[in-house]
């Protein structure tokens, strides 16, 4: 998952389609919000939460690049820019074994309740329900599944130079 306010994909994807990045994604080098997603390399993307988000980011990279001998901030190889340099990104994977704290029943139990209560909220004006991790993505997912992944004009004129290049069929 991204620490930042928005994964760096959704900022290429923005830059595919035209479209500007809201304010709160990225910052300038002065602090200033960038909303040009073609000078992204000009920027930062801003971490969640603020000092808070930014501890969780560190410590984040930190499991998942420094611990296992992964890069780390600067040393993480730019893919949008160096194609050809193998990746030196790193993973960090947590399990935890429930049963050492808690009734796994119990637990899940627990875990149906707050789904419930959270699910039940109120909602604020404007907004038609309280959604939970991972939710947005499997409406997604079987939509896709359904009626396929929409592609742009910009998404699709990229595909179909790569088809081109590379000798294919386009996509009908």
Known sequence: ??????AFGKIRLKAQRNEPVPEGWMIDRQDQPLTDPKRAS??????????????LALMF?????????????????DYTVDSKTPSNTG???VAVDIATFADVQAFKQEVDEVWEVMKSSPTLPGVDEVRLPGERSAQLYQERM??????????????????????IQRLQ
Do not use: C, S, W
Not at 42 to 55: A, D, N, R, S, T
Not at 146 to 167: C, F, I, N, S
């Open 61 to 77: 990279g930190l499991l998942a690049g420094t611990l296992n001998g992964a890069a780390f901030g600067r040393d993480v190889v």
């Open 1 to 6: 998952m991204a620490t930042t306010n928005t």
């Open 42 to 55: 000009e920027g930062f993307l801003v971490p969640i939460g603020g000092p808070k988000g930014y501890g």
């Open 91 to 93: 993973q960090a994977i």
């Open 146 to 167: 359904t009626h396929g992944v929409p592609l742009g004009a910009e998404q699709r004129k990229v595909l179909d130079e790569l088809a081109d290049r590379l000798g």
